[in-house]
């Protein structure tokens, strides 16, 4: 499966210090303070594996937002009721 996969350069601006939050977990409060050189790629990539609950829910949301109610809680009360207890 392709994905396309955005990477960037861990590089602070001069005059921002990046807190030890920010630093451990590389998620900045403000991202343009600390990455710099974002490229784009298409990469290989594995195929998630899904469960048969979790496609449904997929299918359920997809329903929601094109505005299909009846199918929304129909796949909503289907995910429910396949999840274990």
Known sequence: MKALVLTADWDPRPGYVPSDWEETTRKAITGSSVWRHPRLE?????????????????????????????????????YLSALPD
Not at 57 to 70: E, S
């Open 42 to 78: 298409v990469k290989e990539a594995p195929q998630p594996a899904r469960t048969k609950a979790e496609a449904v829910f997929y299918l359920a949301a997809a329903a929601r937002r094109l505005n299909h109610k009846n199918e929304a809680i129909q796949n909503y009360q289907l």
